[in-house]
């Protein structure tokens, strides 16, 4: 009799849920965290011709040289540093979760922050141990010390600014969680656009430092890009996980066009940081609204009720991301995307008329 589901899968799969994209169709779309604003029309034609010309019948440059100089340029980074690119950032999670997964390896984060860091080690068969932030959602040092002397991770994750709560750690704090480690600390700056701090500069100090970017946020997710950054001596390793041909010509050909036209994705990033304040400052005098101060193009906010104010949003047409019974910090907790004027201004007008119902 052949073999079910139940006798294959091992029992850590079949517990979890999948990662849910609802449909957004007719939506004002503020859940993911998108830039709202297209490229400009000239740019647009361009890419256009570029594609029309891409050679679709072969395969892509395996090494993506040519994409990697300009990232290294666009990104400023230091001399003697390698670049491994990846289909978004989760493949250069699970390449470096895969890459450190022997058996009882433990992967490190701290909660609540970037569900990915979990699934993945999930995945690859990891242990993952979260470390709860304070409750202002700062980083415990202490706790955060202690874990990592207990627990003697393959891999640290820690998400700069944090998703899904906004804020930048102490960079100080940080860098002696790094010291720390036995093993390589990932700093996943996918939000550094909005938040004018990096790691990046400190790579060459810290041996064991890798800094993973991505172009989704400044305008490009649906290329689908990440960048992961380190030592020769880490890249190296994790680059034979790397499948071939896994950034496609479409997607080199987009960014390497876009980001000879860097300013575009300056002034959008500039003009998010503008509404982002805006946003803050309208959310925090909204009656029964406590808004959290954000370094990334998100704003977190917490409202009592959030699912019947979630459900409320989407019947009249404002689709945001509900935390709700994520994590015990996030209790009544929404996450907003900041968009255009205008679908800042329906958001908040749903919001006040939820509010009322």
């Not at 290294?72 to 390449?95: K, W």
């Not at 994750?157 to 102490?170: C, E, M, R």
Request: one cysteine or more.
């Amino acid at each position: 009799m052949p073999k079910t589901p139940e006798d294959i899968i091992r029992d850590e799969i079949r517990s979890l849920t999948a990662y849910h994209v609802p449909d957004s169709a007719g939506m004002v779309k503020l859940d993911a965290m998108e830039n709202p604003y297209r490229l400009p029309p000239a740019l647009r034609e361009r890419l256009a011709r570029l594609l029309e010309q891409a050679p679709l019948n072969r395969y892509p440059d395996p090494a993506a040289g040519e994409l990697k100089a300009q990232l290294r340029r666009a990104f400023e980074v230091p001399d003697g540093m390698a670049l491994l690119l990846g289909n978004g950032s989760d493949e250069l999670i699970q390449m470096l979760i895969m890459a450190a997964a022997k058996p009882g390896a433990v992967v490190l984060g701290v909660e609540p922050s970037f569900v990915m860091f979990r699934m993945i080690a999930t995945f690859a068969g990891a242990r993952y141990a979260g470390v709860d932030l304070r409750d202002d959602f700062s980083l415990d040092i202490e706790r955060v010390l202690a874990a990592i002397e207990r627990e003697r991770p393959a891999v640290v994750f820690i998400a700069y600014p944090n998703n899904p709560t906004g804020n930048l750690f102490d960079a100080g704090l940080v860098e002696r969680l790094i010291d720390a480690a036995p093993g390589p600390v990932v700093v996943d700056e996918a939000y550094s656009a909005f938040a004018g701090a990096s790691f990046m500069e400190r790579l060459p100090r810290h041996p064991n430092l890798l800094v993973m970017r991505t172009l989704s946020k400044l305008g490009l997710a649906g290329i689908r890009l990440g960048v992961l950054t380190g030592a020769p001596r880490w890249l190296g390793e994790l680059d034979k996980l790397r499948l071939p041909y896994n950034v496609n010509t479409l997607t080199q050909i987009v960014a390497r066009e876009v980001l000879q036209h860097g300013d575009v994705l300056t002034e959008q990033a500039a003009a998010i940081k503008l509404e982002r304040g805006r946003l803050l400052q309208a959310l925090q005098q909204v009656p029964g609204v406590t808004a959290y101060r954000s370094d990334a193009n998100f704003i977190l906010f917490r409202v009592r009720q959030a699912e019947h104010v979630f459900d409320g949003l989407k019947q009249r047409g404002v689709l945001i991301k509900s935390l709700h019974g994520s994590h015990r910090l996030l209790a009544d907790c929404l996450r907003v995307t900041v968009g255009t004027p205008d679908e800042n201004a329906a958001f908040l007008t749903a919001l006040t008329r939820t509010l009322a119902a």
